[in-house]
């Protein structure tokens, strides 16, 4: 089965202080204030979500945040690292201080020791230049056809992204887009979700005409079909969808962002991936939903020795 875009193995962080981020706020519109203590029911909310992925055969690695460092975003472990075939790791500048915080060297550790890693890029030094990639969140990347589609904000800067696509060999493909209310998205991946055979995307939000066909014509020249979102269906997360490989190829997303979806479009979807909905309105409340809680590892895992 071909991982390249649907990674087999992830990783994700399992929050106990999790709350919505004060220092996100201004500029993320999918972010809602929570009450003062949400994190218990967070926490089983994220339980529920590893228990349902590895049901499904996906080897998700948890790591525990018991919030010592003032890191209420830290369930969203995308934006500060990523991991590409051939054994690369980035690690990326985020753009709130808070969140700065989060990248940590045990999840790196374990990467190194649990898979095959070649050499660590670290980008995140041009933090003290106000700059930032936040991963994932800012890039959505099609392993398949070396593209790393941007939607244009704070948290995408150009110099950063010009290094990181000479770095890994990706063609950078950059455009504006806004939600209803004319506000920029803040990051790509609440637009976009590229699986293998298809892409979910909000066409709608990209208002230069020419960009948003070139968006389209480039996800088709990979053969795949592209289901094109409202402004409603991204507003409940249902373009925030990760593939991922298990006991067969699935479609991480959130039950509300399936329930945003037509027929027809789960329709397409289901041709070559199960759409597996998690549960998890808590921890939308901060402004992300399943994809931005997935870092998913595109590595090649160590044979296990033998002990002696």
Known sequence: MNLLQAPQSVVMIRPHAFCSNPETQGDNAFQTPTPKDVSLKARDEFDAAVSTLRSHGVDVNVFEDFGTRHTPDSVFPNNW???????????????????????????????????????????????????????????????????????????????????????????????????????????????????????LVGLDLIPDAERRQTVVDRLAETGREVIALTPWQIENFAGNAIELTGNSRILALSSRALDALRPEQIDVIERSATPVPLTIPTLESAGGSVRCMIAGIHLTRRPERNAA
């Open 81 to 199: 690292f990523s991991t590409h075939a051939g054994g690369h790791v980035a690690l990326y500048p985020m753009f709130a201080k808070n969140r700065q915080r989060e990248r940590r060297s045990d999840v790196i550790d374990m990467l190194k020791r649990d898979f095959r890693v070649s050499d660590v890029i670290d980008y995140s030094g041009l933090e003290h230049d106000g700059l930032a990639l936040e991963g994932t969140g800012a890039m959505v990347l099609d392993h398949i056809g070396r593209i790393a589609f941007v939607a244009k904000s704070n948290r995408a800067d150009p110099v950063v992204l010009e290094r990181f696509c000479t770095h890994f060999n990706y063609e950078p493909i950059a455009f504006d887009a806004h939600d209803a209310a004319g506000q920029a998205i803040y990051h790509t991946n609440v637009l976009m979700g590229i699986g293998t055979d298809f892409a």
